[in-house]
């Protein structure tokens, strides 16, 4: 009797689904941020914005601990960028994310809570570049960002292809591989040109705003309105240019402040290009006119919404 109970909960235990680590976008994301530094591959992705899409071949390697990066573009006469290495201002989106996602602070200014204006899940599996790809869904919880779809590698957790929706849930902007090559280890000769390329040639600067440190600077102005969450970044170079920017942790905007001359008044309107959004008017601030202009990664209507609440201290 007791053995066929026993029996009988082994098999039941069988068909209990197990705790699935997959189904956590932490441990994603935390596999993202270390393929992205620590594996050497190569191949080729598509970048769309809007109506232009453009064809590029990528080389990573990691040689003695340190990271190089050959970026080419294949349809254009552009020189290829080269990267050797980051600055300690450098955050890859992965660790970005596990931060938005953890909700630490980009800034000193940023609330702790920023994690709190997106939703992270993981939602299926697709197939990219001919790999097996686990789909990672960032949708904001408010209609003042941009949603995001990311395709990681099953296997190494790298990032295979990135989709930025808009609030109808049209595609702002895509990133893809269409081949992709993981390698093990780079012979020698090709570590050589590696070092060599990067001494030589157009070096790509790496730089992300989201590690300035420092104390609000002193502005004349300073917008009424802002996003939930978003925090200013503290530049004094912004300062000298009457530029404010701010970012939640994944989006970032800038605020710009000019005199505007009387021929300028009138002129106001909008553009956007991708998940880049501008939008500018004239304001009459004590007694005075202003071009206000929100440049950034959010919907025109918050641009609009931001431009009109700036005033004069």
């Not at 957790?157 to 930025?164: D, Y």
């Not at 502005?219 to 939930?228: A, D, H, I, T």
Request: with cysteine; glycine share 6%.
């Amino acid at each position: 009797m007791v053995k066929h109970l026993i029996l009988s909960v082994c098999c039941y235990l069988l068909l209990i689904p197990a705790a699935n680590s997959d189904n956590d976008p932490k441990l994603w994301l935390d596999k993202m941020s270390h393929a992205q530094r620590e594996l050497n591959y190569q191949g080729t992705f598509t970048y769309e914005q809007a109506a232009d899409i453009h064809a590029m071949r990528i080389a990573h390697a990691v040689i003695e601990g340190e990271e190089y990066e050959r970026l080419e573009m294949l349809d254009g006469q552009e020189p290829p960028l080269l990267r050797r290495g980051h600055g300690p201002e450098c955050i890859h989106l992965g660790d970005r994310l596990l931060r938005l996602y953890d909700g630490q602070s980009a800034t000193k200014a940023m609330s702790p809570a920023v994690g709190a204006h997106y939703d992270f899940s993981v939602a299926g599996t697709s197939r990219v570049a001919g790999r097996s790809a686990v789909e990672l869904a960032i949708m904001p919880r408010d209609k003042h960002r941009f949603g995001h779809r990311l395709s990681l590698d099953k296997a190494t957790g790298l990032l295979l292809r990135s989709v930025r929706y808009g609030l109808n849930n049209e595609r702002l902007e895509r990133f893809q591989y269409v081949t992709l090559e993981l390698i093990e280890e780079w012979p020698a000769d090709l570590i050589t040109a590696f070092k060599k390329s990067v001494l030589e040639g157009r070096q790509l600067h790496h730089r992300s705003s989201l590690m300035m440190r420092g104390e609000a600077a002193d502005y004349f102005w300073q917008p009424g309105w802002l996003p939930e969450g978003f925090a200013l970044i503290p530049s004094e170079h912004d300062r000298k240019r009457n530029k404010m920017t701010f970012t939640d942790g994944l989006a970032v905007f800038s605020i710009f402040l000019e005199p505007a001359s009387a021929e300028k008044r009138l002129a106001s309107g909008h553009a956007r290009r991708g998940v880049a959004t501008a939008f500018s008017r004239v304001s009459l601030l004590a007694d005075d006119y202003y071009r206000v202009t929100v440049v950034g990664e959010i919907p025109i209507a918050t641009a609009e919404q931001i431009s009109n609440a700036l005033s004069l201290r």
